[in-house]
């Protein structure tokens, strides 16, 4: 049990040491530039993301279903 803390509580502190960034500036990214058009609409202003979750956002707006 004490084991299974320490491991939630190192992924914490990485997830926290990745860099954040704003909209604007994952917009200008050249690794995400194909998905610019998504990005606009998945991604909140004033918010700070890291790029594996604005690739989240990607994938689970790519995955939602057409009505």
Do not use: H, S, W
């Not at 704003?22 to 606009?40: A, G, H, P, R, V």
């Not at 918010?47 to 594996?52: A, F, K, L, P």
């Not at 689970?60 to 279903?65: G, I, L």
């Amino acid at each position: 049990m004490a084991k299974k803390r320490v491991l939630q509580k190192e992924e914490l502190q990485k997830e926290n040491t990745k860099p954040k960034f704003t909209k604007e500036q994952i917009l200008k990214c050249k690794k995400l530039y194909d998905y610019k058009d998504i990005l606009k609409v998945v991604l909140k202003d004033g918010e700070v993301y890291t790029i594996d979750e604005a690739r989240k956002k990607i994938e689970e707006f790519k995955e939602r279903k057409v009505r």
